[in-house]
């Protein structure tokens, strides 16, 4: 299988403090790669620089062409699409509106598929139909979360990066968004996922990276980095969850 | 002052109001896309209206020209662009945009101006030489500093007025022009007297009102910039970008502006610099509406509208006094009944 991201030797800084450092990381087509680490690690920098949100130094390769100067707006008509920890929905438009926009740049392409790509996402998630009239900003934290990943899907990303999809969800609904993600692979869609339930992030996973103090710590197959004892004792507690992936 | 006379002022001033209510949707309209408070609306009144009248008579409008300066200007800033971001393949485009475009608009304008077309191919012109103008405007004087904050943006507005009010004087002299009513047509409805070219004024007002709700409600570049107004992040991140929500939004007050001028260029006798004091009552109206709201922006300035009309037959001398005077006590009445809304976040 290919490479369809290949970073190499990223840095992102903001003013004089460095967030990220020279990080190296690649996600091959087809595959589910998480990258975990504690808070203010520097995993939200790292994905806003790979969307080309924040000036980043280093190389940035996406289906096999440097995306590094590329505008973000660029890449999404290329098919990279970030779930931001933020979510940024248009509060004060419908939930059918935000899917809308979702797939903007395929409206611009005058993508005949869109209203199929809808269905889907409705029934992904039938609590968006239901509420397809509401302003997204009177959603629950929940159906937030759902519309994020929902407009997220109306643009068809190739690679699509997740940042804590199941932040602040009920244990049931993270099941669910686990699910959706694994499904999505299915479907030939490439996941960046960073998380801090590490220890499913690493069950749906294929690869992990484990980024500390804005650098990669340990990096392996997510088998083996779930009976990693630094891993084990760092971000699954220590009742290891070790055996839960077997593959 | 008797029946007759106030309803006559009730239609002199919801003719002006209905182009007031215009200038200030897209006044609104551009503040909440791009943070810009659009002073150079004024300028689009003018140009609009005294390329009509250079039509009228004859005459290759001086906006054409500008039109292909600022064209060439834009292809000077954006190849650079290109060429820093080894973006090659944009370049036929820009060429298109920005050179072949106006030169094709500027040999129309050429050809036809002589030929004293009929009026709604002289008005079609008009706004095909004027409304480019609008995103290249932005282009040129925003884009660049688009992050800047809202007084720094202002300070750029001022200056392209001045820029603009001054390529006016250029191109067009220091003149006067009126341009002939749409229509002559009076009806006696009892007391009322009621003219075909406010009927024209208060219609297209209307129409185009009608039209811009339905843009932003059912399109999808309505509603791009919408979000874009709403979170801009998010905006980029579904691929709508600032620059292109930013021309859109300049290319709508470019029409809206020019037309305004076309509507009123029959009602009043138009200068290179009238269209500013245009532009400020349309403003006076957006402020009413805290710059935010389009339906109170609207009312607003239906009621700057209003009471110019009655301000001009009380106090004729002192009518512009009383209408920016008016701004104060609005100003106060919103401080009182609006409160702040910190970006709101999740
Ligand atoms: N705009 C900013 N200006 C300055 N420093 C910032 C900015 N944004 C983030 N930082 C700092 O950069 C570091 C990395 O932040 P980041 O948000 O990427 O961490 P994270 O790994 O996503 O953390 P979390 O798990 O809590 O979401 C933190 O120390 C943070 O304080
Ligand atoms: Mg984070």
Sequence with gaps: MSLLLDVRDLCVTYGKVEAVHRVALSVKEGSIVTVIGPNGAGKTTLLAALMGMLHARGSVSYAGKEITRVEPEQRVSRGLCLVPERRELFATMT??????????????????????????????????????????????????????????????????????????????????????IAGLRETGVSILLVEQNARAALQVADYGYVLETGEIAIEGPSADLASDPRVVESYLGLVAGNTEKAS | ??????????????????????????????????????????????????????????????????????????????????????????????????????????????????????????????????????PMVYRLAYQPLANASVLVLLIISVAVHFAMTGLGLVFFGAEGSRTPAFSDAHWNLGVLTVSGQSLWVMGTSLALIVGLFLFFEHTIYGKALRATAINRVGARLVGVSPAMAGKLSFTLAALIGALSGILIAPITTIYYDSGFLVGLKGFVGAIVGGLVSYPIAAAGALLVGLL???????????????????????????????????DEEE
Excluded: C
């Design chain 2, 308 to 342: 110019e009309a009655y301000a001009s037959f009380w106090a004729s001398a002192y009518k512009e006094v009383i209408v920016f005077t008016l701004i104060i006590p609005v100003l106060i009445w919103r401080s009182f009944t609006t409160h702040h809304i910190e």
């Design chain 2, 1 to 134: 002052m008797n029946a007759q006379i106030a309803i006559f002022l009730v239609q002199d001033g919801l003719t002006n109001g209905a182009i007031y209510a215009l200038l200030a949707l897209a006044l609104v309209l551009v503040f909440a896309v791009t943070r810009v408070i659009f002073i150079p609306q004024g300028e689009f009144v003018t140009y609009g209206a005294l390329t009509l009248a250079s039509l009228q008579l004859g005459k290759l409008p001086g906006t054409a020209w500008l039109l292909l300066a600022a064209g060439i200007a834009v292809t000077a800033v954006e190849l650079a662009q290109a060429l820093r971001l080894g973006a090659a393949e944009r370049i036929p485009g820009i060429l298109f945009k920005y050179v072949i475009f106006p030169a094709a608009v500027m040999g129309l304008a050429w050809w036809a101006a002589p030929l004293k077309l009929a009026l709604t191919l002289q008005v079609l012109l008009t706004l095909i030489v004027v409304v480019p103008l609008g």
């Design chain 1, 95 to 180: 939930v059918e509106d935000n899917l809308v926009l979702g797939a903007f740049h395929r409206y611009r392409k005058r993508d005949k598929a869109i209203t199929a790509d809808f269905e889907q996402v409705y029934q992904l998630f039938p609590r968006l139909h239901e509420r397809r009239r509401q302003l997204a900003g009177t959603l629950s934290g929940g159906e937030r979360q759902m519309l994020a990943l929902g407009r997220a899907l109306m643009s068809r990303p190739r690679l699509l990066m997740l940042d804590e999809p199941s932040l602040g969800l009920a244990p049931l609904i993270v099941r669910d968004i686990f699910r959706v």
